[in-house]
């Protein structure tokens, strides 16, 4: 997508509901982002957060429902869809025995990340350009988190899917990466997210899922 693209981004949901185990965690689901939105999920512990976001993703099918991207259902070509969208998981997808920089080169060209993005200035945004050549299994938590942040430097994808972005990150941390998904919205990108730490983004729109929930009568009758 280019640059020019990015500006007709738009993400919709339409009544999805999603279940794990034959149990009904949200159904009725709908919102839409356009170009430059930014969305916070809330909803409590097991409410289906990371759910959600892996559905949007693609990576687990919706139970009813649909999601479109720039108005097509997203399974017409999912392939493509995945090349426009950046999923950032709970999980660092950091590799212990590489050093930081071959983590952050592995995950660009997973990622079929901008090719002229330069790798150094992805490390020194998030700070890490002193420990380029350290094995990654000898790294904080925080530290292992911005490798995969990182990705945020780099890759051209419209659509950001960030789950808990902020875990482990400091203060400082906090606000260059908020700011990062300020610029990104500015520029026309749409980023949904979760997080259990108030953010400090401005204009963002909340969608709480735990109002999604369906009422044990309704879950009886699924399972
Ligand atoms: N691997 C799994 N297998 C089966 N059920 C699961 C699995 N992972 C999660 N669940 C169930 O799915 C529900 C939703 O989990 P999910 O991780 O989406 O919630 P969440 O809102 O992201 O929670 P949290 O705020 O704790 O991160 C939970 O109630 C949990 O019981």
């Given at each position: 997508?280019?640059?020019a693209?990015?500006?007709?981004a738009?993400?919709s949901?339409n009544?999805?509901s999603c279940e794990?185990d034959?149990?009904i ?6 919102f ?14 097991g409410?289906?957060?990371t759910?959600l ?12 429902g ?10 017409q070509n ?5 090349r426009?969208l950046?999923?950032?998981g709970?999980q660092?997808?950091?590799?212990g025995h ?5 983590n952050?080169?592995?995950l ?12 150094d200035d992805a490390?020194e ?6 420990y380029?050549?350290?094995?990654c299994y000898s ?6 988190r ?14 950001w ?11 400082a ?17 749409i ?5 259990h ?6 204009d963002?729109n909340?969608?709480?899922i735990?109002?999604?929930?369906p009422s044990p009568e309704?879950q009886l009758?699924?399972g």
């Amino acid at each position: 997508m280019t640059e020019a693209n990015f500006l007709q981004a738009s993400l919709s949901i339409n009544s999805i509901s999603c279940e794990r185990d034959e149990r009904i965690l949200f159904k009725n689901l709908s919102f839409r982002c356009d170009s430059g939105s930014l969305l916070q999920i809330l909803g409590f512990n097991g409410a289906g957060k990371t759910t959600l976001l892996h559905t949007l993703c693609g990576l687990r099918p919706a139970a009813e429902g649909e999601i479109q991207w720039l108005g097509t259902s997203i399974l017409q070509n999912l392939a493509e869809y995945r090349r426009s969208l950046f999923f950032l998981g709970h999980q660092a997808p950091v590799k212990g025995h590489l050093t930081v920089r071959e983590n952050v080169e592995w995950l660009k060209a997973l990622h079929g990340s901008n090719p002229s993005g330069s790798v150094d200035d992805a490390l020194e945004q998030v700070d890490l350009g002193a420990y380029s050549d350290t094995a990654c299994y000898s790294l904080s938590a925080g530290q292992r988190r911005r490798v995969a942040l990182a990705q945020l430097y780099l890759n051209q994808c419209p659509l950001w899917v960030l789950d808990e972005p902020f875990t482990a990150i400091d203060k400082a941390g906090v606000s260059r990466l908020s700011e990062r998904i300020s610029e990104h919205s500015e520029r026309g990108g749409i980023v949904v997210l979760t997080s259990h730490q108030p953010i400090e983004l401005s204009d963002v729109n909340l969608l709480d899922i735990s109002r999604f929930q369906p009422s044990p009568e309704e879950q009886l009758y699924c399972g």
